[in-house]
């Protein structure tokens, strides 16, 4: 996975700038910021302002900079739903924890499932709603 751009599922709008991909969240004690993510699938490099921050095992909210929607996934709501398109234009579903310290992602395609993280799980163990798929 080299050149991957990430789309809001619900706007379509491009999340990466400056080499990275950029949410908007909110801790639990409701500060809010930017964070910054890694485009590797797999790398759990996280960029935030000093002063704002997380506590391990904290479930962070996760919304889009740019339409603000909710980005929480509807199979698993402690997972962020986003669409990830390879340099092939191929497009895929990307799940990852919201979980801080949570080392889990998971890369859907029509029919295959790629899993990424220390942390992660076999992906049906995952979903909290036995009709999707
Ligand atoms: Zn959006």
Known sequence: MKKSNFLCPKCKGHLNA???VIFSTKNK???RGL???SPKVGS???KYHESYGFEKGEAIDFACPICSKSLHAKENSENVSIIMVDENDTEYKVL?????G???TYVLSNDDVEVFGDD????D???EDSDFL
């Open 18 to 20: 400056g080499g990275y």
């Open 29 to 31: 004690r409701k500060q």
């Open 35 to 37: 964070v910054l993510l």
């Open 44 to 46: 759990y490099s996280v």
């Open 96 to 100: 990852f924890s919201r979980i801080f």
């Open 102 to 104: 949570n080392q889990s």
């Open 120 to 123: 992660a799980v076999e992906f």
């Open 125 to 127: 163990d995952l979903l």
